[in-house]
């Protein structure tokens, strides 16, 4: 039997460029290796402010677009989280083995603390304890995540620990799975890519939109003139032509860059024009899917029945070890 893969994404905005490169490619390069299982994890998604009407056609938008990008739904399972109460009711359970200091101390709540300082809740502080239920629920020992969530693997871990000599051995402690691209910064060339910004490049955007975007992007702050050399090193867009670009493009780019041979507005169509070669046939496809409602849900639903399946089977062992059986 296959080791247990399981990851998440929450349907809270449009999937962008950093949530491609930083997971998803990795989601689907992992498919075949494990029992992969993919939740939309609205719980996750409702600790900050949202629209509680648009919320069930973003989970459709984010099912389509994934499964677009090659997330085969029939070498995977995915399901949305809410469907599977036992989520919040091992959340609970792990809530009890952990520490408040150690979730003070997470990056992610510290930073979504100031952004949405009106609205701090109780779940927004629980958040990775949730995200650990939601792994150890299918005894997962594989996480493929962007570095932002590396720390809420790091805790999940400690969760582990502490549930396991509590209460005895139950879990595995599982592992994070980092890509290449561990962390995409927007388009500002400083914050993380972000859904809750307005820095991201969407995998479904129009492909004249992505350009006008990338053309206003933040190159190497010291390049003013198109006639100053550049410095690619501490260039966002240098970055990104990383994962898209051929290799003697980016060779080009660096020399002709670094001499001011070509300004920033050229490397920057190279750029775009391989994105959007890159994402034009997951675009065509999200079109014809997402349309296709009935498909989607049925495909939710019997990822759902799975979940339920396996975790009915652990909450019956942890209630047990618990003395509530
Ligand atoms: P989220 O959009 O927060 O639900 O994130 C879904 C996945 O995308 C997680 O594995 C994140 O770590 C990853 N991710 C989100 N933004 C970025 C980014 N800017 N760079 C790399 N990975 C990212
Ligand atoms: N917190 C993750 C994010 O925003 C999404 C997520 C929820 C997740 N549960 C998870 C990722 C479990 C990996 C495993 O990126």
Request: proline share 4%.
């Amino acid at each position: 039997m296959k080791d247990k893969l399981f990851s998440g994404i929450q349907p809270s905005g449009d999937i962008h460029l950093g949530n491609y490169l930083g997971a998803l490619k990795n989601w689907i390069a992992l498919l075949d290796e494990y029992d992969a299982i993919f939740s939309i994890v609205d719980y996750h998604a409702i600790t900050v402010p949202y629209e509680a009407h648009e919320l069930q056609q973003r989970i459709l938008d984010a099912t389509a677009i994934v499964i677009a990008a090659g997330l085969d739904p029939e070498r995977s399972t995915l399901f949305v989280q809410s469907t599977v109460p036992e989520h919040t009711e091992l959340c609970w359970i792990l809530g009890t083995v952990t520490r408040i200091s150690d979730l003070e101390r997470m990056t992610q709540f510290k930073q979504k603390s100031q952004q949405f300082y009106q609205t701090v809740n109780m779940g927004l502080f629980a958040y990775p304890v949730l995200q650990a239920a939601d792994i150890i629920l299918y005894k997962a020992k594989a996480v493929p995540v962007g570095e932002d969530q590396a720390q809420h693997i790091e805790l999940c871990r400690e969760i582990v620990r502490k549930f396991n000599k509590t209460y005895g051995e139950t879990f595995p402690e599982p592992q994070a799975i980092l890509g290449e691209a561990k962390r995409i910064l927007g388009l500002d060339g400083q914050a993380k890519m972000s859904k809750t910004m307005d820095n991201t490049i969407g995998l479904a955007e129009d492909p004249k939109s992505i350009q006008k975007k990338l053309n206003k992007a933040v190159t190497d702050p010291a390049r003013v003139r198109k006639t100053d050399p550049g410095n690619p090193n501490i260039c966002n867009i240098f970055t990104l032509q990383h994962f898209f670009s051929t290799p003697s493009e980016i060779e080009y780019v660096d020399r002709e860059c670094r001499v001011a041979g070509i300004g920033c507005l050229e490397c920057k169509k190279i750029l775009g024009k391989n994105i959007i070669a890159e994402i034009l046939p997951i675009q065509e496809k999200y079109e014809n899917l997402k349309y296709q409602k009935k498909y989607l849900q049925d495909i939710l639903a019997a990822g759902s029945k799975r979940c339920q399946e396996i975790a009915a089977t652990t909450m019956e062992e942890v209630r047990e070890k618990l003395g509530m059986r």
